[in-house]
């Protein structure tokens, strides 16, 4: 019913955060817990929801870091602006500047250029 609102990466942070259930345990010297299945299922639950690219959206995250849900929290959310829109051209700009960032002057495929 909502008119389209631009959905960012600030909604997809919020989202696996919340499913990845952080929490201290309170027993354990406040050893931090959390729920994660090595995969991204919760990224793709929200992809799916959002009508966004879930294969453009994971290597977006892969590309920044982030191999699984938990790792986009750990990993992701400090490189990536949370007012980035999650769209098609952000998606493809913020993967490559992820790669850029973390493999600079990466000459892997010996592309000339
Ligand atoms: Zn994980």
């Known amino acids: 019913m909502s008119e389209s609102k631009t959905v ?3 909604d997809l942070f919020d989202y696996v955060e919340k499913k ?3 929490h201290q345990r309170p027993g354990l010297h406040g050893k931090t817990t959390w729920t994660c299945y ?3 299922r919760f990224t793709e639950e929200f992809c799916k929801a959002h009508n966004l690219d879930f294969e453009a959206v994971k290597e977006m995250l892969e590309g920044n870091g982030g191999y699984c849900d938990c790792e986009i929290i750990f990993n992701v959310v400090d490189d990536v602006s949370r007012e980035t829109p999650l769209s098609s051209e952000e998606i493809k700009t913020t993967m490559r500047k992820g790669l850029e960032r973390r493999f600079p002057q990466g000459d892997e ?4 250029s």
């Open 38 to 40: 090595g995969d991204f």
């Open 20 to 22: 990845c259930d952080f």
């Open 109 to 112: 495929g010996n592309d000339s």
């Open 8 to 10: 960012t990466m600030g």
